[in-house]
């Protein structure tokens, strides 16, 4: 996995997320689930999700390039 794949892909995500949990759907979720919420949320639990949800993304993304780069069809 490269490096600076990986690094874009993450920062894309963890921005995306935040905007997301942060603004759109912020209200959404306080009333849809608010009671399952935590008040403080583990953040080292969410930095491990982060990087291994990443890694995962890119590097399928990588195989289904290799797998379609050695297929017969196009």
Known sequence: MKLT???T????FFLL????L????????????GSLL???PILP??????????AALVRS??????LQSHSFIS
């Open 9 to 12: 892909a993450l920062g894309a």
């Open 45 to 54: 639990a969410a930095v491990v999700f982060y990087l291994l949800f990443v």
């Open 38 to 40: 935590r008040e403080d």
């Open 5 to 7: 794949v990986y690094l």
């Open 17 to 20: 997320d935040m905007l997301w």
């Open 22 to 33: 942060g603004g759109v759907a912020a209200q959404f979720y306080r009333d849809q689930i």
């Open 61 to 66: 993304e990588e195989h289904t390039s290799e």
